[in-house]
């Protein structure tokens, strides 16, 4: 079978929904060094390789909503389809305490040779589904751990992360909010303004309403688990959807 560095489920596409998930895969393609970036089996289960559980419950949410979902097929440390090209991170030689070997020493051409192979591919997938898409709205999917770096436990259940456009993001975050049961981050546990990355792009530059949505990864670490996380979701977006349509 084929490779490629994405993966598209339709879903019987219904607009306005687009889903991505930039950090579906932990794989390593046979054309990175054979398969292997010199680290172990144990380190590439871990969140600086994907985003656990982010995958499934994007597939579940796209079930829910109709809507196509678009995945990535490389692991993060491959390079990161979340940043911007010239970001310093785009390719990671050190994260949350791991080295990983095949970075240290990387050359500019191996990282150019990494943008054409899977990087570029998986953001003109992106554009392919969103352009036949009358006002599309982007929900990009993540997961995060609930300590990183070993400095204190992360507190929220979700977080919602947004630019400097915010229409839709203080609609979704007033309906998740009226759920006391949760907590909610607003940009938490990261800020939403990253220059490059995927919403910026595919989103912030072309006026699209958008929203990235964190989810604590030990919060969706099964099946039963992502599909209930998946319901939450999709009810608010729905929801908050409502709101802005008025």
Known sequence: MD???FQIFKNKPRAPWVIICDHASNLVPE???????????IEMQRHIAFDVGAKS??????????????CSNFSRLVI???????????????YDGTIIPANKNIAKQEILR????????Y????????????????????????????KKKRPWDIGLLAANDRRFHNALLGCFASDPRLCIGDNQPYIGKL??????????EKGRLNTLVEVRNDLIANNENQKTWAKIIG???NQAKDLLDG
């Open 123 to 150: 953001h003109n997938a992106i554009d392919q589904i969103l352009a036949p898409i009358e006002n599309p709205i982007i929900v990009s999917i993540h997961s995060f751990t609930p300590q990183l770096k070993g």
């Open 31 to 41: 054309s990175i060094a054979e398969g292997n970036l010199g680290l172990n089996k």
């Open 235 to 237: 009810k608010n977006l």
């Open 80 to 94: 990161d389809p979340n940043r911007g090209e010239k970001d310093p991170t785009l390719v990671m030689q050190l």
């Open 114 to 121: 990494r943008l054409n192979l899977f990087y570029r591919p």
């Open 3 to 5: 490779y490629k560095p």
């Open 195 to 204: 220059p490059g990355d995927t919403i910026d792009k595919h989103a912030i």
């Open 57 to 70: 419950l994007a597939i579940e949410l796209g079930n829910i909503l109709n809507a196509p979902v678009v």
